[in-house]
């Protein structure tokens, strides 16, 4: 049991997720790059005699190209023109086709990468994505470069906020909205003292969260982490106040989303700040979503502080297998 749990704990961990995600995308891949395609086409769209048949081919840049091909239906059976079934670099290929009963199977093939979409006259009849490994590798480096050229853009946007923080502090602002907040700060960790270092940084995480300044607000949250570690006294488990520190940051409230404005006037928004209503009602949503779950869980046994602590216990052998009978003298 315990090397069942040892192995969810790691198929769960972020890393892992993201690292089996781009296996499955690279195997997909591969077997998009060496398979041919095969389409399903319902057998009453295929007529008696001749068929025209169009592949629309839409790449990356959105270029359209459009391939025709003609297709001929006799009984139970279809002809392929044999100019059709060449292998060529310049258009797809038509491999074979084959009736199953309610459909037919047409299988294809091309070199060319991007969304298709398949004609039989003037009625589409699929769509689909052709991805090869060029493509998967150009659109790595496309996407790499993108969002290199959105990090500077953001650089701009975060010195200015930074400096309009600076300010605020040096006015007294940030100190106001922390006394301000204070009331709020003791009811979600009511096990900090109010003199403790932990205090005044979890205040002003939160300050600099509300205000939109995520970068601001990570290092007094990584303090405040920090501080709270010293008040734990079960150092290899997470007090209660690490949990509502963490699902508050997680959740994100804030009255001026800078680090999303800045994003998307980068991007080449024209109006970056029509989100702010939006994102202040999605915030509130999750926020007070996150604590409530963390007061509610928190209530509960199999959540509890005492019952993690006494499972790290159990796994360092101080305390006994639950289910396991022991006597009075440990016998």
């Given at each position: 049991?315990?090397?069942?749990?040892?192995?969810?704990?790691?198929?769960?961990?972020?890393?892992?997720?993201?690292?089996?995600?781009?296996?499955?995308?690279?195997?997909?891949?591969?077997?998009?790059?060496?398979?041919?395609?095969?389409?399903?086409?319902?057998?009453?769209?295929?007529?008696?005699?001749?068929?025209?048949?169009t592949i629309r081919i839409t790449d990356r840049k959105k270029e359209t190209r459009e391939f025709h091909y003609?297709?001929?239906?006799?009984?139970?059976?279809?002809?392929?023109?044999?100019?059709?079934?060449?292998?060529?670099?310049?258009?797809?290929?038509?491999?074979?086709?084959?009736?199953?009963?309610?459909?037919?199977?047409?299988?294809?093939?091309?070199?060319?990468?991007?969304?298709?979409?398949?004609?039989?006259?003037?009625?589409?009849?699929?769509?689909?994505?052709?991805?090869?490994?060029?493509?998967?590798?150009?659109?790595?480096?496309?996407?790499?470069?993108?969002?290199?050229?959105?990090?500077?853009?953001?650089?701009?946007?975060?010195?200015?906020?930074?400096?309009?923080?600076?300010?605020?502090?040096?006015?007294?602002?940030?100190?106001?909205?922390?006394?301000?907040?204070?009331?709020?700060?003791?009811?979600?960790?009511?096990?900090?003292?109010?003199?403790?270092?932990?205090?005044?940084?979890?205040?002003?995480?939160?300050t600099t969260s509300v205000l939109g300044l995520g970068n601001a607000a990570t290092p007094f949250g990584l303090k405040a982490?920090?501080?709270?570690?010293?008040?734990?006294?079960?150092?290899?488990?997470?007090?209660?106040?690490?949990?509502?520190?963490?699902?508050?940051?997680?959740?994100?409230?804030?009255?001026?989303?800078?680090?999303?404005?800045?994003?998307?006037?980068?991007?080449?928004?024209?109006?970056?700040?029509?989100?702010?209503?939006?994102?202040?009602?999605?915030?509130?949503?999750?926020?007070?979503?996150?604590?409530?779950?963390?007061?509610?869980?928190?209530?509960?046994?199999?959540?509890?502080?005492?019952?993690?602590?006494?499972?790290?216990?159990?796994?360092?052998?101080?305390?006994?297998?639950?289910?396991?009978?022991?006597?009075?003298?440990?016998?």
């Open positions: 049991m315990k090397l069942v749990g040892q192995f969810f704990r790691y198929l769960l961990n972020i890393n892992t997720i993201w690292g089996l995600m781009i296996l499955v995308s690279f195997f997909l891949c591969l077997v998009q790059h060496y398979l041919p395609t095969t389409t399903v086409i319902a057998t009453d769209r295929l007529r008696e005699g001749e068929n025209d048949l003609v297709v001929t239906r006799e009984g139970g059976e279809v002809r392929l023109a044999g100019a059709d079934q060449q292998p060529a670099s310049d258009r797809p290929w038509l491999i074979a086709m084959a009736s199953t009963g309610p459909a037919w199977l047409l299988k294809w093939d091309t070199r060319a990468d991007g969304e298709y979409e398949m004609r039989i006259g003037d009625q589409p009849v699929a769509t689909g994505r052709l991805v090869t490994l060029q493509s998967l590798t150009d659109a790595a480096f496309d996407y790499a470069r993108s969002g290199f050229e959105i990090a500077l853009g953001l650089v701009a946007a975060m010195v200015l906020f930074l400096g309009l923080m600076k300010v605020g502090e040096q006015a007294g602002i940030v100190q106001l909205v922390a006394r301000l907040v204070h009331p709020v700060v003791r009811f979600l960790f009511p096990d900090v003292p109010r003199d403790h270092p932990a205090s005044g940084a979890i205040l002003m995480n939160i982490m920090q501080e709270l570690q010293a008040l734990n006294p079960h150092k290899e488990v997470a007090s209660d106040s690490h949990v509502m520190l963490l699902g508050y940051n997680t959740a994100g409230f804030a009255l001026l989303p800078s680090t999303l404005l800045a994003l998307r006037k980068s991007a080449g928004c024209t109006d970056p700040f029509e989100v702010i209503g939006t994102c202040m009602v999605a915030g509130a949503a999750s926020t007070i979503t996150a604590i409530v779950m963390v007061k509610l869980l928190a209530r509960l046994r199999v959540f509890s502080l005492s019952a993690a602590v006494e499972e790290l216990m159990r796994e360092k052998g101080a305390l006994p297998v639950a289910g396991s009978s022991v006597g009075r003298n440990g016998q």
